[in-house]
């Protein structure tokens, strides 16, 4: 069994019942979920041993939190406690032509907090196969970003694959730095990205002109030449026909060549938040099991395009139903 470690905020997420906007709310669902972590579980579901890395307050919510990736599979025994506040995001779910809205509490959150000698990087990826990191958490603190650089070159210097879903979001970066200033050189200490085109662009200020494809196999050969230590570079096409039915398609460029996966039509969206994190689940799953790029991308592809099927964040699915869904099979019928 491959263990695999995740560093990242989780938060509380509260958000109306079914598709119920905040002004019809009387009552909000409570859950927990961040992108690493949200990685983790999906791994754990797929049968891996995943840990993930985090501070929580050392309070009631703090080791509720904790529960919460316990009951989910995930080895929660690096997990940190100071501080006082969760970090908490609010979700209205959109329906139709009615858009998803987040507003984020996460400000001096413990996680926010957190400095790298908090940490002890040799203990916690002992016998550790993979380090998966967000462009989330450099964008949190300084502390942060100086823990996610830490356990990155710590990461490399025992041999250990790194990825990186580097999601580029300009909005979260307030404490004085720029993704600029400081994602460059996280970036160079991956084997594996996943970012789009735009993403690569913002943070490199490459010049990737061309259509959608041949802008995404400039910006990822740039990308790589730029970071000699990255292999391969994914992402994924979302044709978005609406917020309840989207089509998904997985795409990498392996340093050789650029493959696409076959797309998947998702035409009953339940719950968007945290597909991402399904694709970079199947992406690390998909590479660690599968020979043929063709087949570690065709899962990944499979495991994001079940997650817009699973409430919450995280995808909570079977590793036997992705393989069915990255096969062929479509018909949702009642196995009995």
């Not at 919460?68 to 080895?75: A, C, G, P, Q, T």
């Not at 580029?168 to 996943?194: F, H, T």
Request: charged residues 25%; glycine residues 8%.
């Amino acid at each position: 069994m491959k263990r695999i470690v995740t560093f990242g905020e989780v938060m509380m997420r509260l958000s109306p019942p079914a598709y119920a906007k905040f002004s019809q709310a009387t009552s909000l669902d409570l859950a927990y979920g961040g992108g690493e972590a949200n990685v983790a579980i999906s791994l754990a579901y797929m049968g891996m041993d995943a840990v993930h890395v985090t501070r929580f307050p050392d309070n009631l919510i703090g080791k509720s939190a904790t529960q919460f990736l316990r009951h989910h599979w995930v080895d929660t025994s690096s997990i940190l406690y100071g501080g006082d506040l969760m970090g908490k995001y609010f979700l209205e779910k959109g329906a139709v032509h009615r858009s998803s809205k987040v507003v984020y509490e996460r400000e001096k959150s413990s996680f926010a907090q957190v400095e790298p000698a908090m940490f002890n990087w040799n203990t916690i990826f002992q016998d550790a196969d993979w380090f998966h990191w967000t462009g989330i958490t450099p964008a949190i603190s300084v502390g942060a970003a100086e823990c996610c650089k830490e356990a990155i070159q710590f990461a490399r210097s025992k041999g250990i694959i790194v990825s990186a879903d580097i999601n580029s979001r300009k909005n979260l970066w307030n404490y004085g730095k720029k993704q600029q200033d400081v994602m460059p050189e996280l970036i160079a200490g991956c084997d594996v990205v996943i970012a789009g085109s735009r993403d690569i662009r913002e943070i490199f200020g490459f010049d990737v002109e061309g259509n959608k494809e041949e802008e995404f196999i400039n910006a990822a050969i740039q990308l790589s030449e730029a970071c000699e230590g990255v292999k391969k570079v994914f992402d994924k096409e979302r044709e978005m026909l609406s917020a309840s039915h989207n089509r998904i398609q997985g795409k990498v460029w392996n340093g050789k060549r650029f493959i696409k996966a076959k797309k998947l039509d998702v035409t009953h969206i339940v719950d968007r938040v945290g597909t991402g994190d399904a694709y970079a689940a199947g992406v690390i799953y998909g590479l660690l099991h599968y020979q043929k790029d063709e087949e570690a991308l065709s899962f990944a592809t499979a495991a994001c395009a079940l997650k817009h099927t699973v409430e919450g964040d995280a995808n909570i699915i079977a590793l036997e139903d992705v393989q069915e869904l990255m096969h062929g099979n479509t018909s949702g019928k009642i196995k009995r």
